[in-house]
């Protein structure tokens, strides 16, 4: 997750290289520094761990090698974040014997190729801290020019000991207050697949969207004080979302369904919609471009998610489905679009990207 620019999402968005490709990422890169630059002289002093220079050789080290337990700066900037959205939750770092970090290993290990060398190129560091706010968190870096290119990734290992369907049901009936007679289900993988390491594989290829959603330049920096151009022109944002008239993005989609403004991630019983109303939401999602009720909610998500179940489907060829019941009776199967191709313009430019087209 990141922390976002549009106060009414903190509280629920807070929590969880072939030659070719090089080169095309390279010149999308180019393009999106002019427009991602941080603010101006006199703002507030950035934390050590938001600074390039605090990681040396970080961009010529693979993912593998930039895993770290969290440093004492680290652990400062997470609390202080925490505690400016009312969290005063101090982590700490992981264990070195915590039974996790293997699986994190086998999961960037079980990642394809040209996205993993993408990860080593703008993931400058990938933390595992226990005892945080949330599931995982994305922070940008500013490289010694002032722009927001590359960003480390905490993990909160304390949360993460489900395995990939039991966290994706976990995740999408967070969004909706209970209901004995109604249920979802989210199927990421089959039977014999369904790991935790398949769920870290989901959660941390999400993050990796924010990571490249900036590095790449599909979206500018989320913390900036004011819409970027980097954002508002980004040709995937124009997709799905337009210039409100005051300052910030609305979705025409959202305004043709209520519900899927009214989503509330991580708030279960505090949720807006009931989970009887998850059947329609479900299905209004159907008829819209986004990937699924998380990507719906804000438009940087809409391209982590896009890329996750593009990564998840398209190039791992898992499943990504979900099922909603009633009585004990499946009355709606949700599939992604990225999955099907229903909204190809976004699975286009998803690929145009990562330099695939």
Known sequence: MVRLRVPTWHAWVRRAVPATLALIAALVAAFALALTRGPAAGAA??????????????????????I?????????????????????????????????????????????????????RYVVALYLVEGDYGTGTTEAVQDDQGRWRY????????????????????????????????????????????????ALRFIFVHELGHVLGLGLGAHGWWDAPELPAATREAPFVRLSWQPDGKGDLMAPARARFPRLARLDFYAFEQARLPLAEAEA??????????PSLYGATN??????????????????????????????????????CIESGACAAKVEAVERVLGLR
């Open 45 to 66: 002093e950035l934390a050590p761990v938001q600074k390039l220079s605090y990681y040396p050789g970080a961009l010529e080290r693979p993912i593998e090698e930039k």
């Open 68 to 120: 770290s337990l969290g440093t004492p700066e680290l652990i400062d900037r997470q609390h202080a974040i925490n505690k400016k959205y009312g969290q005063d939750v101090r982590p700490h770092p992981a264990r070195p014997d915590h039974p996790l970090i293997p699986k994190v290993r086998e999961m960037l290990a079980e990642l394809p190729p040209a996205i993993r060398a993408l990860a080593s």
């Open 151 to 198: 960003t480390y990734v905490a993990l909160n290992l304390s949360v993460l000991d489900r395995t990939a369907n039991a966290w994706g049901t976990w995740k999408e009936r967070s969004a909706f207050r209970s209901d004995p007679r109604h249920g979802i289900s989210m199927v990421l993988e089959a039977p014999g697949e369904d790991t935790v390491t398949a």
């Open 281 to 290: 939401a479900y299905r209004e999602l159907a008829q819209t471009d986004f």
């Open 299 to 336: 438009y940087f998500d809409d391209f982590a998610e896009s890329f996750a179940i593009y990564v998840h489907t398209r190039m791992l060829g898992r499943p990504y489905r979900v099922e909603v019941r009633q009585a004990g009776e499946t009355r709606f199967v949700f599939r992604s």
